[in-house]
């Protein structure tokens, strides 16, 4: 199993263009979630969590902590989209690492933007 991590790293280190694309994915992450915890602040104001057709109240409301969750996406995709893509430069092709990669990004660049949009709706004026 080391032998198997060592090997993916030396992998991952031969090829920079990767290597600086997952470096530059988890510090998009670890920025992200860095902005969104100094947002949150505990409150009393109640945050409009999820929808839902099938309820007499078709929006469900949560409180403050539930926006603790947005702390940890980022992170969270981060490194799993880091993980799959050194897997994948190991076992399959690097083109298909890249697009991973890649699509790691796009996914906290959208998240970013929901936390936020989200974060902006619940602050109290």
Known sequence: MNTIIKESFKKLLADRYLLILISSMLLLSFILSIVVG???????LQ????????????????????LISFIVFGPVVAILHAIISIKLLVIRDRSLA???AW?????IIIGSIISLAVLNV???L
């Open 38 to 44: 100094f947002s949150v602040h505990p409150s009393e």
């Open 47 to 66: 945050l409009v969590s999820h929808y839902s057709a099938y309820g007499v109240m078709h929006l469900y409301r949560d409180q403050w902590y539930y």
């Open 98 to 100: 890249l697009v991973f």
């Open 103 to 107: 699509l790691g990004i796009g996914v």
């Open 122 to 124: 619940w602050t109290p």
